[in-house]
């Protein structure tokens, strides 16, 4: 009989499955043999409630204080007045001490001519050919025409007119380029003509020192040192004195306009008598007409001698006289020369007044935004700083401040 033919053998128990072994699922439960039943109820303590999520608090120590924030504004506040007062000492104040674009103003000077009457001479008014120290006044008028920042076009216009009469004796006109603060010319940068000048020429620097200056003789065309003499009270107002002299050929054309180029040999010897010439002079000119031609070309020498008293802030020039005398000077001798011309003027004392109150302005101004502001700022801020720091540097050695610099602090509320 074959293996495949044999009936198969079957156990006498009802067939189930085996139970799985324990060490192979240790957590598995069978519910095979023994039902679990339907869930059985839970007893609670009474007194168990039921509590909400966990809270979890996370403390680095209390903000800071009103007095922290107080003690950092008020350093805040301090360096602000010492920025401030610096701004002011060394922006403000120098943006004030310069030529201001505006100015606009008129000088008077009161004085006297003496010499050739050239409108009579014109005429042939010998009557009235010789002037002997005749009352004149002159107004300066002084102008800035057009400026930027640093420099300045200036319009110089000068009337001399008779005190008695009013008619005009001479008038000048010229445009000067310069800078602003220390008032020396500078190049022309403008479209307007200017004179070529050099050295100062309407006034002294702003900060005027005890040296000397350079400055500009229109009539010579050139330059003439104008020294420091000494410091002196006006009006109690100390200023510095300064004085100055030039001589030369005049080679300014305006003036060379004005005065004759050419005369007769005749009147040329008349002129010297007319002008009280001394005599060693007049004997030198009648040896030298001879050889002269009937029309005799003319030439002019000027000698310039001037003081100025200048306030040394703001340089305005408080006082001031000045003397200028014109002469003839023949080529043919050189050691003659006849004054034809001595004119003498000086500041009214109006003037002097006046001028002496614009630079009292102004000293008041540098000292107003050089020391007085600044310094006050300057107290200020310091007082400022000095008081925040026990604010702010007390406030380490609170118990607030140790327990904010501890470590970060966890606080969980179940």
């Not at 030298?288 to 029309?295: C, D, F, N, V």
């Not at 002496?356 to 008041?364: K, P, T, V």
């Amino acid at each position: 009989m074959s293996i495949d033919a044999r009936p198969l053998y079957r156990s006498r128990r009802p067939d189930r499955t085996p139970p799985p072994t324990v060490r192979a699922h240790p957590i598995r439960r069978s519910y095979a043999d023994t039902s679990l039943g339907p869930p059985h109820l839970v007893a609670l303590p009474a007194r168990t409630t039921l509590h909400r999520q966990p809270t979890v608090t996370c403390d680095r120590g209390p903000s800071p204080g009103p007095s922290y924030r107080l003690g950092f504004i008020l350093a805040t506040v301090g360096v602000l007045m010492l920025v401030a007062a610096a701004g002011m000492r060394y922006v403000v104040l120098p943006s004030r001490m310069i030529l201001p674009a505006d100015t606009d103003t008129t000088i008077v000077y009161d004085g006297t001519v003496s010499g050739v009457n050239a409108e009579a001479a014109a005429t042939g008014d010998l009557a009235n050919l010789i002037m002997r120290s005749v009352p004149v006044r002159v107004e300066r008028h002084v102008k800035v025409v057009e400026a930027d920042k640093t420099r300045a076009l200036v319009n110089d216009h000068s009337v001399v007119s008779f005190v008695e009469s009013g008619k005009v004796f001479a008038t000048t006109d010229y445009f000067y380029t310069l800078d602003r603060k220390s008032m020396h010319s500078v190049s022309n940068f403008t479209t307007h003509a200017a004179e070529n000048s050099v050295g100062i020429t309407i006034g002294f620097p702003i900060g005027t020192g005890t040296h000397s200056y350079t400055g500009w003789v229109q009539e010579l065309r050139a330059t003439a040192e104008i020294g420091y003499v000494i410091t002196e009270d006006h009006y109690g107002l100390e200023t510095y004195r300064f004085s100055g002299k030039a001589t030369g050929p005049v080679t300014d054309p305006a003036t060379l306009a004005k005065l004759p180029a050419q005369m007769p040999r005749d009147q040329l010897s008349l002129l010297a008598m007319a002008l009280d010439v001394p005599q060693a002079m007049q004997s030198q000119l009648t040896s030298a007409l001879s050889t002269l031609p009937e029309t005799v070309q003319l030439t002019y020498a000027l000698d310039q001698v001037g003081t100025f008293s200048v306030d040394p802030t703001t340089g305005i020039i408080v006082d001031m006289s000045r003397s200028n005398v014109t002469s003839v000077v023949l080529n043919q001798a050189p050691a003659v020369a006849i004054p034809i011309s001595t004119v003498k003027i000086k500041y009214t004392r109006q003037n002097v007044v006046d001028q002496a109150a614009l630079a009292i302005d102004g000293n008041r101004t540098v000292a107003l935004f050089g020391t007085a502001i600044p310094a006050a700022l300057v107290v200020l801020g310091l007082l400022s700083i000095v008081g925040s720091i026990p604010a702010i540097v007390g406030r380490r050695h609170t118990p607030a401040d140790k327990a904010s610099n501890s470590p970060l602090r966890v606080d969980i509320h179940a």
